[in-house]
Nanobody, 122 residues
Framework: QVQLVESGGGLVQAGGSLRLSCAAS????????MGWYRQAPGKQRELVAH???????NYADSVKGRFTISRDNAKNTVYLQMNSLKPEDTAVYYC????????????????WGQGTQVTVSS
């Protein structure tokens, strides 16, 4: 089974920074893309940032210029550097591994982390 373990969430004041990490493990052959999504109370889960194995990035308009996604393909780990945080960034942040090929398996699947809380105080 593939597992995604997230870390780095917490409480920070507006204008501060946090760095989220997510490591995928479990006989993984390759991962097409990794990304971060978030869900605030009463709202739908939304894309924050997405990074393909080839290096293509995609960011939500609300985080462009403030958040940076990066990835260590060798470690199957994705990072999200969040700067200039705002109270509206408060949410549970979920890591996603999309198009995961496991060793000996040719059917890709998507996997999600358990979520990590990010709270930004004003």
């Amino acid at each position: 089974q593939v597992q995604l373990v997230e870390s780095g969430g917490g409480l920070v004041q507006a204008g501060g920074s946090l760095r989220l990490s997510c490591a995928a493990s479990g006989s993984i052959s390759s991962i097409n893309a990794m990304g971060w999504y978030r869900q605030a109370p009463g709202k739908q889960r939304e894309l924050v940032a997405h990074l393909t194995s080839g290096g293509t990035t995609n960011y939500a308009d609300s985080v462009k210029g403030r958040f940076t996604i990066s990835r260590d393909n060798a470690k199957n780990t994705v990072y999200l550097q969040m700067n200039s945080l705002k109270p509206e960034d408060t949410a549970v942040y979920y890591c996603a591994a999309l198009g995961v090929y496991r060793s000996g398996n040719y059917n890709p699947r998507n996997y999600w982390g358990q979520g990590t809380q990010v709270t930004v105080s004003s």
